[in-house]
């Protein structure tokens, strides 16, 4: 079945360092590919994505590019700051042409961003 | 205005208990869900459901029921709480069919049995 795999944590980092987190994916068919944050005591919220090979999502200074010949959907940022301080979840969709689809989430990363 | 809410924020009850989560929608969507994230933040789907069809996740025990009233409310009903459905339950929705779009998620409900 379809599968996320995420570095696991948690990650703490100084202000302005640069970030990377890890993701690989196993699927079927043709999977769109998610990043989403949750802050302390919230739900999650979308943060980018990609739909197709060699896309590449952005957003408040992050980046994923959707690798299919790696299977893989890292996520950077050049320079964190204390406010980046969360929980980032990979996650992905696919469905074979037909079927219903759904989201598969890795297991989270928690970052946290020291001043 | 929230656009997904759901109420309570805090459930704590007792084994064997019969609860219910309340979620709502103001975004207009066509499809809703229901994941469980556990205490080391891993999250499942749980259900999906738009007005042609429920998806359920295999792994849900029975006692566990999505109802919906209306393309606004998704309610998840639970009954015989055991110690292990202590969680915290996050409600969602999008446009579209199931696993399509954007998902849009509450702010959760942290359930605790006792």
């Known amino acids: 079945g379809d599968s996320v795999t995420q570095m696991e944590g948690p990650v703490t980092l100084s202000e302005e360092a640069f970030l990377t987190i890890n993701c690989t994916y196993t699927?079927?068919?043709?999977?769109?590919l998610f990043w989403y944050v949750q802050y302390p005591g919230e739900g999650l919220q979308l943060l980018l994505k990609?739909?197709?090979?060699?896309d590449k999502g952005s957003n408040k200074g992050f980046e994923a590019t959707y690798r299919k010949e790696t299977t893989s959907f890292h996520l950077e940022k050049g320079s964190v700051q204390v406010s980046d301080s969360a929980v980032y979840f990979c996650?992905?969709?696919?469905?074979?042409?037909?079927?219903?689809?759904?989201?598969?989430f890795g297991s989270g990363t928690q970052l946290t961003v020291l001043p | 205005d929230t656009a997904v809410s759901q109420t309570p924020k805090y459930l704590v009850t007792q084994m064997g208990n019969d609860k219910s989560i309340k979620c709502e929608q103001n975004?207009?969507?066509?499809?809703m869900y229901w994941y469980k994230q556990d205490s080391k933040k891993f999250l499942k789907i749980m259900f999906s459901?738009?007005?042609?069809?429920?998806?359920i996740n295999e792994t849900v025990p029975n006692r566990f029921s999505p109802k919906s009233p209306d393309k606004a409310h998704l309610n998840l009903h639970i009954n015989s709480l055991e110690l292990g459905d202590s969680a915290v339950y996050f409600c969602?929705?999008?446009?579209?069919?199931?696993?399509?779009?954007?998902?849009?998620f509450g702010p959760g409900t942290r359930l605790t049995v006792t």
């Open positions: 990609a739909t197709k090979a060699d």
């Open positions: 996650a992905l969709s696919a469905g074979v042409s037909g079927s219903a689809r759904q989201l598969t």
């Open positions: 975004l207009g969507h066509d499809t």
């Open positions: 969602a929705s999008s446009q579209g069919a199931p696993g399509l779009n954007e998902q849009y």
């Open positions: 699927a079927t068919g043709y999977p769109s």
């Open positions: 459901y738009n007005n042609k069809e429920l998806i």
